[in-house]
């Protein structure tokens, strides 16, 4: 089973035509270099920005598709999503942050998610108390906990410095290994590709130059 990701849209002075075909159940790196359309990639598949024509698939779940008219909302692809900077919610402990937009609470994951991100010792903290490396692993299970189809992380390390880097990246690489979902990483770092991703895609000017 396949992610499926083919459009076409126009956007300032670059014309995406993106066919990308991602494998299930591992890591997959989209490099490039800034504005070559790696965040706009997977705003596409997130719903936060809708191409003209095209079709998004996970296996045969479709979440776009322009000739049948399939245009899911953001909230009902199932899909997490970390930004490049956490995004916590700052009046809000951790634990309040995790359990933000959980429909049913499943004590069992909760668990085993702050346990595989080591955050359990944070749940009381507030956000304005944590470094950002514990921010970014928050705003990791934070994504999880929503038991999503698949994960998106657009660079989640830019915005630490290194000792925080190196302080995150046994936890990403944790993820690869015990989290059974797809996962699409925006990076421009080679370190982090050589270290996390199965699967390789090179975005240059909207267009998929390199896949494999």
């Not at 899911?72 to 933000?100: A, C, E, M, W």
């Not at 049913?104 to 009381?124: G, H």
């Not at 698949?150 to 000792?163: H, I, K, T, V």
């Amino acid at each position: 089973m396949t992610i499926k990701i083919q459009f076409k849209q126009t956007l300032g002075e670059t014309n995406f035509d993106i066919d990308l075909s991602l494998p299930r159940n591992e890591i997959s790196a989209l490099f490039g270099r800034s504005g070559a359309g790696n965040t706009t990639l997977i705003n596409v598949i997130s719903g936060l920005v809708t191409p003209q024509h095209g079709r998004i698939a996970i296996g045969d779940h479709v979440l776009f598709d322009s000739e049948q008219g399939i245009n899911l909302p953001t909230h009902k692809r199932k899909i997490g999503y970390v930004f490049q900077d956490s995004r916590l919610f700052p009046h809000y402990s951790v634990q309040g942050n995790l359990l933000y937009g959980v429909k049913e609470k499943d004590d069992a994951y909760f668990d085993a998610v702050t346990d595989l991100l080591s955050i359990k010792p944070l749940l009381k903290r507030f956000p304005i108390s944590l470094s950002g490396g514990e921010k970014q692993r928050v705003a990791i299970a934070r994504a999880l906990l929503s038991k999503p189809d698949l994960l998106l992380m657009d660079e989640p390390l830019a915005s630490l410095d290194m000792p925080r880097k190196r302080e995150v990246m046994p936890f990403l690489e944790e993820l690869s290994d015990k989290v059974n979902i797809p996962i699409i990483y925006v990076t421009h770092s080679l370190q982090e590709i050589l270290r996390l991703a199965q699967h390789l895609a090179i975005i240059d000017k909207g267009q998929v130059t390199t896949s494999g």
